[in-house]
Nanobody, 123 residues
Framework: VQLQASGGGLVQAGDSLRLSCVAS????????MGWFRQAPGKEREVVAV????????YYADSVKGRFTIARDNAKNTVHLQMNEMKPEDAAVYYC?????????????????WGQGTLVTVSS
């Protein structure tokens, strides 16, 4: 499975940005998918995770109420809508996929990682 993330860019604080990740190859609809981010000098952190049927969703406390994760299984795509962005949201964002929702939430043993997309937020 290959994950291709896109949508990163430069925005101002308070603006919105939408990231997308398309899965290709031997994709399976029952994969949970999620987003991580890593800012310079900081540890990688989970941002949001969605189960295959969208029945379970997890958000990091830092993004609750501002970010929304959604998926379109027909298009093998997951999106991350980021609103009210803050300078601390600036990071490289990575798309992930794994059969186990909790593995992505915990950040362990994740099966697939996409390349990162850079998000820059100016204050």
């Amino acid at each position: 499975v290959q994950l291709q993330a896109s949508g990163g860019g430069l925005v101002q604080a308070g603006d919105s940005l939408r990231l997308s990740c398309v899965a290709s190859g031997r994709t399976r609809a029952d994969y949970a998918m999620g987003w991580f981010r890593q800012a310079p000098g900081k540890e990688r952190e989970v941002v949001a995770v969605i189960s295959w049927a969208s029945g379970r969703i997890y958000y990091a406390d830092s993004v609750k109420g501002r970010f929304t994760i959604a998926r379109d299984n027909a298009k093998n795509t997951v999106h991350l809508q980021m609103n009210e962005m803050k300078p601390e949201d600036a990071a490289v964002y990575y798309c992930t996929a794994d059969l186990t929702f909790d593995d992505i939430v915990k950040g362990v043993g994740i099966e697939y990682w996409g390349q990162g997309t850079l998000v820059t937020v100016s204050s």
